[in-house]
């Protein structure tokens, strides 16, 4: 019987940060080792604003490896003919207009969480795609991880019942009075604050739990929020949140914090009818999770649970780029696991809470308003 041939999948990666780091360490990893066999992952090129730091990142992250081409700009990745997607790691405040240019240059995109510093311009950026036809994804990578396949899974199987309420937080203590206050997470021109950076987590588990249940409908959820901001810069240090979701009775409160490490135990508690599903810190790459089951409907008495282990090689990154290669080589524009829809209410509910909490951003930040 003859094997079929792996994609090859050709990225062209923005930028040299942390997450461009460990995005592209995952991109190295043998893909036989979470078990595909159909995809393989290369890195043709790589875009800084300084050709030295592009050629650094090469030798630190891919053993200088001569066959990627290190460039001293974003566009000559754009441009380069042997990138297939091009994947954008830069802060949040510049996704939008990296991923005009990329898009522009008829390049499929991926683009790192929150895909864009407002709804409207990610309105404009999937217009833009559509015009060109490409395939556009925001790097929502937890929603691809085997825990939040297994979950979805058990949500699906129906013993659980019906989800009544959403617990989730994400905290993080970034050490605030002692970085400087141009790192991304204290200013205001990058999109600071604990909510665009780590908010779209706890909502990812309150779009799994509720906005994916087929009684749904795709319904959008009402929302009620309030910030805490720090004096140092002005950004949200503190934001809470809750979601309402009127056609399955339903609802989420979240909230994330960039100035207390988070309390230990469960980071995300899912709670049904027959039980609950836990998600223990931290949320973005839980390495289990535990499901209780009641002993009847409502009683809240655990009967049985059962906690399951994820074994991943790599960082976890690695499962949204098969989808990216599988979905572009298969000619869709937008994945079914995190498609343009979620990316879209994520931005939707953003825009909303800070409109709540009144964080503006400063003047031409937001690209289209
Ligand atoms: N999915 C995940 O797990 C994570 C996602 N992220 C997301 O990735 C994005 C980047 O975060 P992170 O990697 O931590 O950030 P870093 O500051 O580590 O890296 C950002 C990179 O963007 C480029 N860049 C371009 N313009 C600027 C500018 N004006 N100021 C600073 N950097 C600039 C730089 O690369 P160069 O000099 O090469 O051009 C820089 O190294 C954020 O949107 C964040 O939400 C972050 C962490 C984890
Ligand atoms: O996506 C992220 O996950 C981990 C956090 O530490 C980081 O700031 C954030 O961007």
Redesign the pocket.
Known sequence: MATQRPIVFRWGIISTGH?ATVFVKDLLVDPQTRGVADVVHKVAAVGSRTVESAQQFINKVAGGDTSIQGYGSYAEVYADPNVDAVYIGTPHTFHYVNAVDAIKAKKHVLVE?PATTNLAELHALLALAKEHGVFLMEAMWTRFQPVALAVRRIIDEGSLGAPIMVHADLS?DFDLENIPKTNR?LDPLLGGGALL??GP?PLVWAIIALYELPANNRGIPSVSSSMVKTPLTGVDANTAFTLNFPAIGAQALLSCNINIPGVGGPGAVLRFRNGNILIPTPI?HPKSYTVQWFDKPGSGVVEREETVKSKVVGGGWHFQADEVARCVSAGKTESEIWGHDKALLAMAIFDEVRAQGGYVLPDGVEKVL
Request: aromatic letters at 24%; a neutral charge.
């Open positions: 997450i969480k993080s997470i950076d780590l987590y973005f």
